[in-house]
């Protein structure tokens, strides 16, 4: 397949799209570690926690607003990036590392806005939850062994908060952080590759 010009300046465009998305991921990681010094993973405590920071903390409403800053944009970047990466045309199988890492990427930075939802514990957060829950319970077969998971045993209480809290902390924001440099990495490689061609 011939690569025109448009596909070359598109493929630069999503390797700095990448850099851009390890740039966010470093902000949210660095900025969260600082928030879970002050944060409490209760249901009493979650509230009160984070608008201690917001108004007693020194900057610490910026670490929280720029917490949350990233992490929608690296909703916002990944999916552009998807859709860069679809334009241009990179569907060779040199490009499956680069493509595998986007999508899982793009789906944990949604992972990390969905379990985030009721770490403020808000009214709008909890029946936001409740909600999902009950989405996720209508799930053939496992739905329910789910929600007792994700719950702690049936009732939205501080067992939820402290499951979600280390699901989102431990589990999909290190992920997040390795599948990035994954991405970033491969789509490195591909331009290498592509500049060695030509």
Known sequence: MQSTQFDRILRRVATILSVVILTLCLIYVSSGVLLSFYYEPTAGGA???LKMINTQLPYGWLFRRAHDVAGNGLIAIALIQIVVMFLSRQFRKSWLTAWISGILFTLSAIGLDWTAMILDWTQEGYW???????TIEAIPLIGGQL???LTGGGAISTV???HLY???TYLIAMT???L???HLSALVWQEWQQSAEC
């Open 47 to 49: 509230y009160n926690s």
């Open 128 to 134: 936001r939850f409740s909600i999902e829950l009950g």
């Open 147 to 149: 929600r007792d998971i």
């Open 160 to 162: 939820t908060i402290e």
């Open 166 to 168: 280390t699901i989102h």
């Open 176 to 178: 997040t952080v390795i």
């Open 180 to 182: 990035s440099v994954v």
